[in-house]
C-alpha cells in the first residue's frame, strides 16, 4: 500500500487544427503502434498529439504516423488523431500500443497541424477532408 502524496496533472486537448465539429460524431477506434512513433516529435510530453496524421500499417492492422517514404502501409495517409493519447505511464514506462480515435472526415486549419501533411498525403484524404 502506497500512502506516500501522488500528483496528477491534466490539461485540455489542443485541437485548434480543427475547422470545427463535422465529422467528429463518426471517428472510430483505432490501435497505434507506439513504436512506429518518435518522442520527440509526436509525444514529447508523454502523449500522442491530437491532428497527427496517421497511416494503417499492412500487418497487423495496427496505425502509426503517415509517411510518404515509408514501406509498411503508413505512405497513406488515412486521417488524423482526433485525441490526443498517453503512451508514457506516471512511472516513465512507454506502452507498446494505446487505443485513440481517428477523423476521417473534417475540415482542418492547416497551418495548426502538429506535424504537416505533404501533397502525396492530401491526395490520399480526397476530399473526405478539407484543408483551410
Given at each position: 500500500?502506497?500512502?506516500?502524496?501522488i500528483?496528477?496533472?491534466?490539461?485540455?486537448?489542443?485541437?485548434?487544427?480543427?475547422?470545427?465539429?463535422?465529422?467528429?460524431?463518426?471517428?472510430?477506434?483505432?490501435?497505434?503502434?507506439?513504436?512506429?512513433?518518435?518522442?520527440?516529435?509526436?509525444?514529447p510530453?508523454?502523449?500522442?498529439?491530437?491532428?497527427?496524421?496517421?497511416?494503417?500499417?499492412?500487418?497487423?492492422?495496427?496505425?502509426?504516423?503517415?509517411?510518404?517514404?515509408?514501406?509498411?502501409?503508413?505512405?497513406?495517409?488515412?486521417?488524423?488523431?482526433?485525441?490526443?493519447?498517453?503512451?508514457?505511464?506516471?512511472?516513465?514506462?512507454?506502452?507498446?500500443?494505446?487505443?485513440?480515435?481517428?477523423?476521417?472526415?473534417?475540415?482542418?486549419?492547416?497551418?495548426?497541424?502538429?506535424v504537416?501533411?505533404?501533397?502525396?498525403?492530401?491526395?490520399?484524404?480526397?476530399?473526405?477532408?478539407?484543408?483551410?
Amino acid at each position: 500500500m502506497n500512502l506516500g502524496l501522488i500528483t496528477e496533472s491534466f490539461s485540455q486537448d489542443k485541437r485548434d487544427w480543427l475547422q470545427g465539429d463535422h465529422g467528429t460524431d463518426i471517428a472510430p477506434s483505432v490501435t497505434l503502434d507506439v513504436s512506429k512513433f518518435t518522442a520527440g516529435t509526436h509525444y514529447p510530453d508523454g502523449y500522442i498529439k491530437s491532428g497527427i496524421p496517421l497511416g494503417k500499417i499492412t500487418t497487423g492492422g495496427k496505425y502509426g504516423p503517415y509517411d510518404d517514404t515509408a514501406t509498411d502501409g503508413r505512405q497513406t495517409c488515412v486521417g488524423f488523431l482526433f485525441t490526443s493519447v498517453e503512451v508514457v505511464t506516471r512511472r516513465g514506462a512507454t506502452l507498446s500500443s494505446a487505443v485513440g480515435s481517428m477523423l476521417v472526415h473534417c475540415a482542418i486549419r492547416e497551418a495548426k497541424l502538429p506535424v504537416a501533411v505533404d501533397a502525396a498525403g492530401k491526395t490520399d484524404l480526397g476530399a473526405r477532408v478539407i484543408f483551410v
